[in-house]
């Protein structure tokens, strides 16, 4: 959610600044800007409303030659999407310039405080307060001095932000600060950077510097970046850490887009993941930090997670209590943090996010911390906040997802959870070692059933026509294959702006069957399991009533191919291991019907990536 980059340095910065937004494009954004700082301190100033190629049109008659500027894309929190609205924003003097991703809380008290005082606001945005707290802290009691201006004027907020910031006063130099939301710094022989995460650094730099809860950096033209703690004392060791991936994973590589780029990664990624997971006594997972009397002891879960990263949790629960046999609650962390909660100290939380900058899920996080339970973290992005803050990490190594809608991070991340309930039950002699390895095979050919799925995808765009004229369609699934519908309808909603309802199969005839009449479509996830028959049973009902049903079923399911209007075939797989390998034909749906309803995949409209406000 949102983008920033800043550059000081001997080279023009805008060719980064504007490089830099169209990397941090897959964050979601609806205006975007940059401010470029002259050697004599005046700042130049160009925002407009829309794509950051509007933003490069308008800059073109710039002088190119400066070598000091921020940038940043913006989604709008406070302030409809427009011109005036986007960043960067200015004190009334027009010598401060500011780019802020979070939310300040407090700025309507601190709006109204400032106007008594004489100040002029040219925005409706809670983040221009900060650069008016900056002009009257230079003004006053920091006496110009850059760095304490920042310190006072940040001291004064409450809520989250990552802020860069130029003052006209202090040429070449960039202020960064942050409490809540993400910011990476660099230090090269070219000069300073400051980015809001690790992609729009990686043609730069493999080394950055991550800049902690309530610090405050000095960037200078000089390479050198100075980190303080929020009252400015000295940071001898800065949080660094390298970034692990090639630069180039950030490119479409001959794909059309990143979403498809994505999909066609998850073999891959899961092949990262696993490689070395399989020790002599069982799950290989030293990164969690936890000893092993502490694991043993776990008695309860609370898996708490947001959107794509909810559904794994949902499919997690089953792993936790079939294998480990711990009783295992999913909440939602935007409800769960304003939820009563029952915890001892041998309650573990396991919190899920794909950028690990979640806020909602980091909250929960410090919640539970709060309460006295050790919280594990699955993530993808190495250094990030759950990273950092968490007792424990397992990093899903699904390398860097640019596409908004998720899918190489999901497969990821449910293999991901797989092998923490192997490894919790194995700690707890749930399981034996002989069980442990056998679901470590089965977990092993994952990569080669996702890449039979991927050969079939034809079936997913022959399918896609059944949507052309649908206003809104059924996904239906029963045990672990109820949560995959989830996960379908989600991404077809995201990235196709198509209404789309997911029920346990068995709920449906309790209200959503009133929606069927002929020509709706119905998804239907119906591969080999338990609970076959039974879904069966409901596509009966509703081919009864016309619908047009596409039907995910196994490899020979003739049944089901005489009841089905398309069908998109699975190959066989273990029940538990389904989800992992279903899931991308639903992945490969929703882009097909995206993109015969004319959306941009990677970029839909009003979602962001990292969702770093609550």
Not at 113 to 130: C, K, M, N, P, Y
């Amino acid at each position: 959610m949102c983008g920033i980059v800043g550059y000081t340095g001997k080279n023009p910065a805008l060719p980064f600044l504007l490089e830099g937004l169209r990397t941090l494009e897959y964050r979601g954004y609806d205006s975007a800007g940059v401010e470029l700082e002259a050697p004599s301190g005046s700042l130049t100033e160009v925002k407009c409303k829309g794509r950051v190629a509007a933003l490069a049109a308008l800059c073109e008659k710039l002088d190119a030659t400066q070598t000091t500027g921020i940038a940043h894309t913006r989604w709008a929190t406070h302030g409809e999407p427009s011109d005036a609205n986007a960043h960067p924003h200015r004190d009334c003097s027009g010598r401060v310039a500011v780019v802020h991703n979070g939310i300040i809380e407090n700025f309507q008290e601190l709006v109204a405080e400032l106007e008594e005082r004489g100040h002029h606001f040219a925005s409706e945005t809670d983040s221009e307060v900060i650069a008016h707290l900056i002009e009257e802290a230079l003004a006053g009691p920091a006496e110009g001095d850059f760095a304490l201006a920042v310190s006072l004027a940040t001291s004064r907020l409450e809520g989250s932000w990552a802020i860069a910031c130029l003052s006209a006063a202090s040429p070449g130099e960039i202020l960064c600060c942050r409490k809540g939301s993400p910011l990476v710094l660099a230090s090269t022989p070219d000069g300073a950077y400051a980015a809001s995460d690790v992609t729009a650094l990686a043609h730069t730099t493999s080394h950055v510097v991550n800049l902690g809860e309530g610090q405050i950096a000095r960037l200078l033209p000089t390479g050198e970046v100075s980190v303080f703690e929020g009252d400015l004392t000295p940071v001898a060791e800065p949080d660094t850490f390298d970034i692990d991936w090639d630069a180039s994973a950030a490119t479409l590589g001959g794909y059309p887009d990143f979403m498809a780029k994505e999909i066609a990664e998850q073999p891959e990624a899961i092949e990262r993941l696993l490689e070395g997971r399989l020790g002599q006594d069982g799950i290989v997972l030293d990164e969690l930090r936890l000893s092993p009397e502490e694991v043993a002891a776990i008695d309860r879960i609370y898996v708490v997670a947001c959107g794509t990263s909810w559904h794994v949790g949902l499919i997690a629960k089953t792993y936790f209590e079939t294998w480990a046999r711990i009783p295992t609650t999913v909440e939602c962390a935007s409800e769960f943090n304003y939820e009563e909660i029952l915890t001892t100290d041998h309650t573990l939380c396991v919190i899920i996010t794909q950028s690990g900058e979640t806020a909602d899920t980091l909250a929960s996080a410090r919640k539970m911390q709060a309460a006295g339970a050790k919280v594990i973290a699955i993530t993808n992005v190495l250094g990030s906040s759950a990273a950092r803050e968490s007792d424990g990490v397992l990093y899903v190594q699904a390398g860097p997802e640019i596409a908004v809608a998720s899918t190489k991070a999901y497969t990821a991340q449910l293999v991901a959870a797989a092998l923490l309930a192997l490894f919790l039950a194995r700690a707890n002699g749930a399981i034996s070692l002989s069980e442990v390895r056998s679901r470590f095979r089965e977990m092993q050919r994952a990569p080669e059933l996702i890449r039979i799925v991927l050969s079939r995808a034809w079936q997913d765009e022959v399918a896609a026509q059944a949507f052309a004229s649908a206003h809104s369609a059924l996904f239906l699934g029963r045990g672990v294959s109820s949560t995959t519908a989830r996960e379908g309808a989600l991404k077809l909603k995201e990235i196709s702006y198509l209404h789309a309802e997911a029920y346990p199969a068995g709920e449906m005839k309790h209200g959503p069957i009133a929606l069927v009449e002929p020509g709706y479509p119905v998804v239907v996830v119906v591969p080999e399991s338990h609970v076959r028959d039974k879904t069966i049973s409901n596509l009966q009902e509703v081919n009864a009533r016309g619908a047009t049903t596409i039907a995910l079923a196994t490899n020979g399911d003739v049944r089901v191919a005489q009841l089905a209007s398309h069908l998109l075939l699975v190959p066989p797989a273990p029940e538990w291991l389904s989800p992992v390998v279903d899931v991308v034909h639903l992945q490969l749906l929703a882009r097909y019907v995206a993109l015969a309803r004319g959306c941009d995949v990677d970029k839909p409209r009003n979602l962001a990536k990292s969702v770093t406000v609550e």
